[in-house]
């Protein structure tokens, strides 16, 4: 099976992609956020990057149900993407 290119982009881009898949999944995820991606200078696990904090708001949220229902598309992510890294 061939494999395709990573494709590098900006931070904030991936950052998007990251709260898009929270969002899709409004019902355990609901009041979850990703704050920021830790960047590596090379890859780790696949990836240069990965989700380092999340923060939870209001009273409606389960962080350990969200992680497991997003687990799948992020890694699909981190197969897909690496965050481009100013030298």
Known sequence: MATSKKQVI????????VQGVI???PKGCRNIHVDSLQVHA??????NWH???YRRSGDDND???CRARIASDLRLLRLAYD???ND
């Open 10 to 17: 900006p931070y904030g881009e991936l950052l998007e992609k």
């Open 23 to 25: 969002a899709s999944y």
């Open 42 to 47: 090379e890859s780790i696990d696949g990836a």
């Open 51 to 53: 989700v380092a904090t």
């Open 63 to 65: 962080l350990t149900e």
């Open 83 to 85: 965050v481009q890294v």
